[in-house]
């Protein structure tokens, strides 16, 4: 499937390409390490996979990383999975985090904003106070290096000061959302055996306040390696019994001790969405995210001093790593704690506005909510300082690149981008210099060997493809938590072709480099050998006004056939009668192919989701096969386990 587009929706003009960072890091890099001074974004990211150990040096050196005890090589083992970077170096992540505070010590290194949607700053001195107190308290309770440290929080600078004080230790960091249930938080962390908690009494959302205190209380019991609980009171409760207070424990005036630990020291447990099982523990590493973090943030997203990083995202999902990163380049980062649609569904811009985000990010299906209603942004509100609004969750459809550029701005840098938390990072999406195709992300990233593979391993350029990485990337996992002997990892990554990273998705690499998303590959449609993404289906069908959201499956029959059910949760008042299916058919027979026409459209109450929000397509596709709901999905990874037993249901009745 090449893409029909020739005309770039946007192009950066001279001054700012000039102005960005990579542009400033290439004649660095040229002048000191050989790459290519000529021929742009194409000829540095070709240099950047040629010449990976001098390109991760060179921007360890463009970033000035403090490395205590300097490295012996940049890449010792290659091999994937194993591959070992900068071998003998020490450092810290908590330390790069708060550099800043030297020079910008009274400006705001957070905004934190909740539903009223007042934004309170934190200063970089405040918040480096913070953490060298917490830091100090957390070796007092006998916190060491490697012992794992968890937070029950929203997004609030708790948080974030609770994650650096972690790194300072040299503990790991990991932290569900307040909104996942006692089930799906023990799921997490009974798997890496945390030390302390840090939780909150409740949060609010939506406008109301929801208490979590037998959720923690559970939490309490369930967690028995549990050394110290430390209450954050949001709604204002006291301390339960035992539990220590926040502030206690964040009021000294102390300068931070970091720990220098090896660059492959683990910094923080991502968990998998979990939708099959047990989610997978994810461990990546403080020199690996230090690096990838600063190359993606820095160069990618072009976050310096001045800029004001509002991405809309909770701590159970790896976009708040991401954001919390970007104090790494002396950004301030925005943090929101609330619905993203309170009280109304502009409720994100107006925050966007209120912080003076340059660089706003959110997901495709706000984008999407927006659109269908009726927000206008550049109207109601003052955009003037967001320079690029990025998205990510899943493929931003071309209707939503489209909208962005007539309600938000015509000169707007449009990123969407698509990595995984299996990185925390990025493989393709933002690039300040190269210009904006509508439905595409602008490129792979610096140091990601991306490219799309026909069934027998081979590169494809302009058709569809599985993604695979054939390098190895620094935030790539170290391990998986309860993975002895690295088969988990192995069969989830390396199991299809081995030694070279799948990760389960349908590109297409366009000839002019760019990249087209189509979904997930383990859910995809194929009709008579015709493959196509998910994504491309959704993205026709909600189009439609009366569809609020929809979920198409292709399942294998045991007789060799093929049956392909569309489901539909239809908009307030929407009726699906025959007018509405066949405009339903008739919009992906003449937008898609006539082969990936549905067998059936079947309402359904709702599309489920996974606690991050993704649509569930491989358990529904298990239940329609006739797996049993216990076998098929695990509970505790499904926003709303009631949806499934519709789908169950259904599996029965066929059968």
């Known amino acids: 499937m090449t893409s029909a587009n020739t005309v770039p929706l946007w192009q950066p003009d001279a001054d700012r390409i000039a102005r960005a960072r990579i542009t400033r890091f290439q004649a660095w890099a040229a002048q000191h390490h050989g790459a290519p001074a000529e021929g742009g974004y194409a000829a540095l990211h070709r240099w950047s996979v040629d010449e990976l150990d001098t390109f991760w040096k060179a921007v360890t050196e463009f970033f000035e990383v403090r490395f205590s005890t300097p490295f012996t090589q940049v890449l010792g083992d290659r091999s994937m999975p194993g591959a070992a970077w900068f071998p003998g170096a020490r450092l810290n992540y908590a330390e ?176 998998s969405s979990g939708t099959t099982g047990l989610p997978k523990a994810i461990v990546q590493s403080q020199g690996g995210i230090l690096v990838e973090h600063l190359k993606q943030l820095g160069l990618h997203c072009d976050l310096g001093p001045e800029d004001r990083f509002f991405w809309y995202t909770s701590t159970g999902w790896m976009m708040w790593n991401f954001l919390v990163s970007g104090l790494l380049t002396g950004t301030t980062i925005v943090l929101y704690d609330g619905s993203p649609g309170h009280p109304d569904t502009g409720a ?49 459809p071309p209707d939503g690149f489209s909208w962005l550029h007539d309600e938000v701005r015509d000169d707007l840098w449009i990123a969407s981008v698509s990595g995984g938390t299996d990185v925390c ?120 006004p009366e569809i609020k959201e929809s979920l198409v499956i292709g399942v294998e029959q045991p007789d060799g056939g093929y049956w392909m059910p569309l489901f539909v949760h239809l908009s307030p008042g929407a009726v699906l009668d025959d007018a509405l299916l066949g405009r339903i058919k008739r919009t992906i027979r003449e937008q898609l192919s006539p082969r990936h026409v549905p067998d059936e459209v079947i309402e359904v109450p709702g599309v489920p989701h996974t606690l991050t929000g993704k649509r569930i397509e491989v358990p529904v596709k298990r239940l329609l096969q006739g797996t049993p709901l216990e076998k098929a999905v695990n509970p505790g990874s499904v926003d709303n386990l009631e949806l499934l037993h519709f789908y169950e249901d259904l599996a029965g009745k066929r059968a």
């Open 96 to 271: 790069h985090a708060l550099r800043a505070a030297a020079t910008r010590a009274d400006q705001p290194a957070l905004l934190a904003v909740d539903e009223t949607q007042e934004p309170r700053p934190v200063t970089w001195s405040a918040l480096r106070r913070q953490v060298g107190s917490l830091a100090a308290e957390l070796r007092a309770l006998g916190v060491r290096p490697g012992d794992r440290v968890s937070g029950y929080l929203p997004n609030i600078p708790e948080a974030v000061v609770a994650l650096l004080a972690t790194a300072a230790v040299g503990a790991v960091w990991t932290s569900c959302a307040p909104d996942f249930g006692a089930r799906s938080v023990l799921d997490r962390f009974q798997q890496v055996e945390p030390v302390v908690l840090f939780t909150v009494d409740g949060y609010r959302y939506g406008g109301k306040e929801h208490d979590r205190r037998e959720t923690v209380a559970e939490l309490r019991r369930e967690l028995p390696g549990l050394r110290a609980v430390v209450h954050i009171p949001l709604l204002g409760t006291e301390a339960p019994e035992g539990a220590l207070e926040w502030a206690d424990l964040t009021s000294a005036d102390v300068e931070p001790v970091f720990e220098q630990v090896p660059f492959d020291h683990p910094l923080w447990v991502l968990y």
């Open 425 to 544: 990072s990025c493989f393709a999406g933002a690039v300040p210099t190269l210009p904006v195709y509508l439905g595409e992300l602008q490129a792979p990233g610096l140091g990601t060997d991306l490219q799309a593979w026909d069934p027998s391993g081979r590169p494809v350029t302009d058709e569809v493809g599985e993604l695979v990485v054939t390098n190895p990337m620094p935030s790539m996992p170290i391990r998986f938590w309860n993975d002895p002997d690295g088969s988990r990892y192995r069969d989830s990554y390396f199991d299809m072709y081995p030694g070279v990273w799948r990760h389960g998705d349908w590109i297409t690499l366009t000839s002019r480099g760019s990249v087209i998303i189509h979904g997930r590959s383990d859910s995809t449609l194929n009709r008579q050998g015709v493959r196509m993404g998910s994504a491309d289906i959704y993205e026709a069908v909600e189009r439609l």
């Open 348 to 396: 994100q811009w107006r925050i966007a506005e209120r912080t003076g985000a340059t660089l706003f990010g959110t997901s495709a299906a706000y984008v999407m909510a927006c659109r269908k209603a009726g927000v206008h942004p550049a109207r109601d509100y003052d955009l003037t300082r967001v320079q690029c609004v990025a998205t990510t969750g899943s493929p931003l």
